[in-house]
């Protein structure tokens, strides 16, 4: 089944991008392990170079496996065709590649993941390309010009879990001529789905909750089919950064529970925030669901469940240490959207680069801890948690 956009979510998906394997009618999609496939002969080979004839030809370029991947991601994101890369940070290098040229100007919403940045600073403005920075949404307005080329957004953004109007974002774009590139990994489809807020271009790292489990590295973008076409003859084809069939049936098996999973997520991080809104040993929480959260109308305009992230700040980096010691149930990693609760502290890990400007604007405090909710009992992560924070001010508490 390809994209039926009169089938309901959670029936897309389970069947979107595949049926019966047309081979053999296997009814899990195959891994097709294979880097070529025969021509059958000499003039369909040609046909298949002069782009007459639509098939298989190299997997760099396209897998069948992969290719059901991709149709799962569009038909999810409810956009006409989607490109699989073998990271996130994969389709974030072929996407501006791909559609940059000197004399560019690129305007995104900070913070970004950090990889994004670094890209967009590091090596897209070598090219010629000229990165803005924006605080919000009213920033991005003021920045826009003729030049404008991509406007790129995340939301929510990492780690403080910020919130980004996306209508809004659309409309800056469609008024300079420019293409809107939303990153939807946090909040995936089964949340947001920005085309439905007039975002152009979607992107993902299938690394954290599509694929889910926690097994695999990928990333994709779903788009309209002309960009679609150009980023996959362009980013794809001569950058070369491709899924290959294994990890892209892992995300197909990780997809079919997407909905499910973060029904689950979003109610243990909303149970978990409901425990600790007040608690004595926070100096703040972080998390769209809160009637307090800068971005909850937003949020709650744009998102059918607030995720399942949260971030706490614990006043001190030795607090924010004793408390990620005493988990037990959140595995202290970077990465995120697992089944498996994990923890990181972001000022010393995933941030530890930035200067302490640049932090203090992100809201990356040295007592602030990320928590990404897995979907066990959220009874047993509140006791975890709660638990933690008891050691936590008893060290506090002793004397000396
Ligand atoms: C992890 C992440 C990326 C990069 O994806 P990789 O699969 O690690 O390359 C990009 N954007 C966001 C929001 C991420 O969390």
Known sequence: MTHNPDRAFRTRAVHAGHGLDPATGAHATPIYATSTFGY?????????????EQGYFYSRLTNPTVRAFEQKVASLEGLPDAVAFASGMGAVSALCLT??????????????????????????????????????????EALTGPHTRLIWVETPTNPALGIVDLARIARAARECGALSVADNTFSTPALTRPAEHGI??????????????????????????????????????????????????????????????????????????????????????????????????????????????????LGSQGAASAFLNHLTLFTQAVSLGDVESLSCHPGSTTHHLLGREALRRQGVTPGLVRLSVGIEDPRDLVDDVLGALDHVRAGQLQPG
Do not use: N
């Open 40 to 52: 059958g002969s000499a003039e369909r080979g040609a046909r298949l170079f002069a782009g007459e």
């Open 99 to 140: 559609l940059l040229k000197p004399g560019d100007e690129v305007i995104f919403v900070a913070p970004l993941y950090g990889g994004t940045t670094g890209f967009l600073h590091e090596v897209a403005a070598k090219f010629g390309v000229t990165i803005h920075e924006a605080p919000d949404e009213a920033g991005v």
């Open 200 to 313: 152009d271009l979607v992107m993902h790292s299938a690394t954290k909750y599509l694929g889910g489990h926690g097994d695999a590295i990928g990333g994709v973008v779903a788009g309209p089919a002309d960009l679609l076409a150009e980023l996959r003859g362009v980013g794809l084809r001569h950058v070369g950064a491709s899924l290959g069939p294994f990890e892209a049936y892992l995300f197909l098996r990780g997809m079919k529970t997407l909905p499910l999973r973060m029904h689950a997520h979003c109610e243990g991080a909303a149970t978990l925030a409901q425990a600790l809104d007040g608690h004595p040993a926070l100096s703040a929480l972080h998390y769209p669901g809160l009637r307090t959260h800068p971005g909850h109308a937003v949020a709650a305009r744009q998102m059918s469940g607030f995720g399942g992230l949260l971030s706490i700040d």
